[in-house]
């Protein structure tokens, strides 16, 4: 087992796995910018490094500081968390050649799920289903037409190095598709330096089912369950649930054995999700991601598993610990991200927190890292917390949440917790009737908050 662990990382992330380290009893580094001085994973951490200023390419991003605050503290393992550096496999490659274990899965593997085309082709291979679309990039406007009059209209064109719904164009027939195409380049080149771009079928009506996998890198792999991740805005998440209200227990099986499978072939290592949309009884692939999700507790819940212990573990080679058989799962889960922003417009409201009180009682979790009197810097994403609820039921966890939203109160700062109030009390969410549009399309009523 790792002597110390690096958390390349800050926020409620950071916490979340300075808690995990020290209930293996291992020490904590933390890394943090001098906006972030005061962070909570700072004041707990057993070490702490300062690495530059604010903006995250001057310190988050700064691989040569993280280095050198490994060296300067004795750390023998990083973890990533989310964003940043997670998901960047010259990173890992740079760890392993200073001997520095990534606590994530190997760089090969971040690479190929990393690239939207070398990872559709890499899932059709190991046999999970895919959006019908292009075998790889389209070079020519030609050839995208041809490709999406052979699967149909609409179409989505795609980004290969994007994600968070940057790149991303719908044609609904030929005469939008040179504009479609022309919008998406541009936006890939922007946002990722690759303007590659491929077509897939567009699903007018999906839900975003996500499979939570573990593997230990020698060949055995298990699945934890779905998560449906359909409330979305602007292709980011704002709820997250497990058991997902769409599927019955023969899909949930089934989709999952795949994956679980899909995974052991091809040797993964440490957690990772497999993202799907589902319509019409069918499940599509349209990304992996090769690190820890934020809404991973939804499945820390209904199954009891810790699951960034489990990336400790299998990152220093002991393995799984567990068996597909011996993984239970229990009860309802929902999670709520609990953002600095106003519920109306979702403009950003960093500030500080004159009075914090998050809510507690049996089934209730709260992964934060503020706490009242702490500011909230306007250099990164503007989640305060998330707030989590588990079950035995989803009716019992609906009121649950409901409880906990009316005791939550986050003062000093506009929180989206008024959304979350809405939501729980709206009918098609009580029915488990909603797909990726439905939160847009519910915005633009213009609901009123309180």
Same mark, same amino acid.
């Given at each position: 087992m790792f002597n110390k662990i690096l958390i390349a990382n800050r926020g409620e992330i950071a916490l979340r796995v300075l808690r995990a380290?020290?209930?293996?009893?291992?020490?904590?580094?933390?890394?943090?910018?001098?906006?972030?001085?005061?962070?909570?994973?700072?004041?707990?951490?057993?070490?702490?490094?300062?690495?530059?200023?604010?903006?995250?390419?001057?310190s988050y991003l700064k691989i040569p500081e993280i280095l050198a605050a490994?060296?300067?503290?004795?750390?023998?393992?990083?973890?990533?968390?989310?964003?940043?550096l997670s998901e960047n496999a010259r990173f890992a490659e740079i760890l392993a050649a200073h001997n520095i274990a990534f606590i994530g899965p190997s760089a090969q593997h971040i690479r190929i799920m990393g690239d939207k085309i070398e990872a559709k082709a890499t899932a059709r291979r190991l046999g999970i289903p895919v959006v019908p679309g292009s075998e790889g990039a389209v070079t020519t406007d030609e050839d995208a037409m041809r490709i999406s009059a052979e699967i149909g209209y609409p179409v989505l064109v795609k980004a290969a190095a994007g994600g968070g719904g940057r790149g991303m164009r719908v044609a609904h027939d030929e005469t939008e598709m040179s504009a479609a195409l022309s919008a998406a380049r541009t936006e890939a080149k922007n946002a990722f330096g690759d303007d590659s771009v491929y077509i897939e079928k567009y699903l007018s009506k999906p839900r975003h089912i996500e499979i939570q996998i573990l593997g230990d890198g020698?060949?055995?792999?298990?699945?934890?369950?779905?998560?449906?991740?359909?409330?979305?805005?602007?292709?980011?998440?704002?709820?997250?649930?497990?058991?997902?209200?769409?599927?019955?227990?023969?899909q949930r099986d089934r989709i999952g054995m795949i994956c679980a499978n899909a995974m052991a072939d091809l040797g993964y290592s440490g957690v990772g999700t497999i993202e799907f949309l589902y319509e019409d009884g069918e499940f599509y692939f349209i990304e992996m991601n090769t690190r820890l999700q934020v809404e991973h507790p939804v499945t820390e819940m209904i199954t009891g598993i810790d699951l960034v212990n489990e990336q400790i573990k299998v990152a220093s080679g002991a393995g799984l610990t567990f068996r597909q058989e011996d993984i239970v799962f229990n009860g309802?889960? $929902? #999670?709520?991200? %609990?953002?600095?922003?106003?519920?109306?417009?979702?403009?950003?409201?960093?500030?500080?927190?004159? !009075?914090?009180?998050?809510?507690?009682?049996?089934?209730?979790?709260?992964?934060?890292?503020?706490?009242?009197g702490y500011t909230i810097p306007p250099h990164y994403d503007s989640l305060i917390?998330?707030?989590?609820?588990?079950?035995?039921?989803?009716?019992?966890?609906?009121?649950?949440?409901?409880?906990?939203?009316?005791?939550?109160?986050?003062?000093? $700062? #506009?929180?989206? %917790?008024?959304?979350?109030?809405?939501?729980?009390?709206?009918?098609?969410?009580?029915?488990?009737? !909603?797909?990726?549009?439905?939160?847009e399309k519910y915005l633009a009523t213009g609901p009123v908050f309180e």
């Open positions: 380290a020290k209930e293996l009893g291992i020490e904590t580094v933390a890394v943090h910018s001098t906006a972030d001085a005061n962070a909570m994973h700072v004041r707990l951490a057993d070490e702490s490094v300062c690495i530059g200023p604010p903006p995250a390419r001057d490994c060296e300067i503290t004795g750390a023998d393992a990083i973890h990533p968390g989310y964003g940043f020698k060949g055995n792999a298990v699945h934890l369950g779905e998560r449906d991740c359909s409330l979305q805005r602007r292709h980011q998440k704002v709820w997250e649930e497990a058991n997902s209200p769409a599927l019955n227990q023969e309802h889960a $929902i #999670e709520c991200r %609990i953002n600095a922003e106003n519920p109306s417009t979702f403009a950003p409201s960093p500030g500080r927190i004159s !009075y914090y009180h998050p809510p507690g009682g049996l089934g209730v979790r709260v992964d934060s890292g503020v706490y009242q917390g998330k707030l989590i609820v588990h079950g035995r039921n989803r009716v019992e966890c609906l009121m649950r949440l409901r409880r906990c939203l009316d005791e939550f109160v986050i003062d000093g $700062i #506009e929180s989206t %917790i008024p959304l979350f109030k809405n939501l729980v009390d709206n009918q098609d969410i009580a029915n488990g009737v !909603y797909d990726i549009h439905w939160l």
